[in-house]
């Protein structure tokens, strides 16, 4: 399958696919259009697609793709007009004399006659304008040499003579051999020899067109192929950059929840380390307290035990007292015992 392609560079996409539309007649135009949901609406500043469906000719059929269907569409208001080479016979004034042509319009190149003072001259030029086929035979000079056949037939006196150089294709091709005044006396009877050229052309013709008709569907059919490929890997490619933005969401999630797990867990070893530091001074404020209390308990156990002595010592010393009068006793009683029985003794 033959095809073109065609790279256009300008920094508004949509008035460089209007400008190649106007300048190449194109007829059929399939524009892919991205999803409008996900990344691509955050960088696309314009809509290419409705832009160009807005501005473009209106004998372009315009047709917008997207997710592998046709969206939108804009026929054509009215059929592209062919474009006919129209040359002309052109005349310029003379110099010294009088001679006006008419312009005749016919599908062979432009020809220009311009006189001088010792012979006339007839110049066949290159046409600028041309079909817009592309595979159009070229009749730019054996058809117009024929037709100066014809009208030389009538006249045996003046054979146009032919004087072509290979060599130099790109300048203009020289006749000579006619004069001005002739050429407008056969004038009508060379319309009707080249309104019949330019029905056989166009019949010769039709087959090509056929032709180059079926070319360009098959192009069209390829380009549109094309089309619907770039736009499933731009799809493919926009999946892919939201599938690597839901990653990276995925990881920016999972670092906001690490940070907040880490913030967490520094506040709770924070809290941590301050209730251990108020267990801690608690229990050096128990301790303090227990050592206190139990410095008051000895100093209480001292008292305690000094009182206890101090009635040890008391009762030692009433013992002591005691045993000391028991034993006076004692011995008063005996003494008492012993004069009882002396005076008993002594009486008895």
């Given amino acids: 399958i033959a095809y073109d392609l065609i790279i256009l560079e300008g920094q508004d996409i949509a008035k460089s696919l209007i400008d190649y539309v106007s300048l ?3 007829q059929n135009l399939i524009l892919g259009c991205p999803s409008k949901n996900g990344i691509s609406r955050l960088f696309t500043k314009s809509d290419v697609a409705n832009t160009v469906m807005k501005k473009a000719p209106s004998f372009c059929n315009i047709y917008i793709v997207s997710k592998g269907k046709i969206s939108c569409t804009r026929m054509a208001s009215h059929p592209l007009k062919r474009r006919f080479s129209n040359p002309s016979i052109r005349v310029p004034p003379q110099r010294n004399s009088n001679f006006d042509a008419t312009n005749l319009m016919s599908p062979f190149p432009r020809v220009s006659i311009s006189t001088n003072k010792t012979s006339d001259e007839v110049y066949v030029a290159k046409d600028d304008n041309s079909f817009s086929d592309s595979d159009r035979m070229s009749t730019d000079s054996t058809l117009f040499l024929d037709c100066y056949d014809n009208l030389g037939s009538e006249v045996h006196s003046h054979r146009p003579s032919v004087s072509m150089d290979s060599k130099n294709v790109g300048e203009p091709t020289r006749l000579s051999g006619f004069g001005p005044t002739r050429l407008v ?7 009707d020899f080249l309104l019949s050229e330019q029905k056989c052309e166009e019949n010769s013709l039709s ?7 079926g070319e360009k569907l098959r192009r069209l059919e390829l380009q549109t192929i094309q089309t619907m ?4 890997a731009a799809c493919k490619e926009a999946l892919r950059e939201k599938q690597k933005l839901k990653e990276l969401e995925n990881l920016r999630k999972e670092d906001v929840k690490k940070l907040e797990e880490a913030r967490r867990e520094k506040e709770e ?8 530091n108020a267990l801690r001074i608690a229990s050096k404020e128990e301790a303090k307290a227990s050592q206190r209390k139990a410095e008051r308990e000895a100093q209480k156990r001292k008292r305690f035990e000094r009182k206890v002595l101090k009635k040890s010592e008391a009762k030692k010393s009433t013992m002591k007292s005691l045993v000391h009068s028991q034993k006076a006793i004692k011995y008063q009683s005996l003494l008492r015992i012993l004069v009882v029985l002396i005076i008993f003794y002594l009486y008895f």
């Fill in 229 to 232: 490929e770039m736009y499933h």
């Fill in 269 to 276: 070893a924070l809290d941590r380390v301050a209730k251990e």
């Fill in 24 to 26: 190449y007649r194109v």
């Fill in 207 to 213: 087959s090509d067109k056929i032709k180059e008709m």
């Fill in 185 to 191: 006396n056969h004038m009508h009877s060379t319309n």
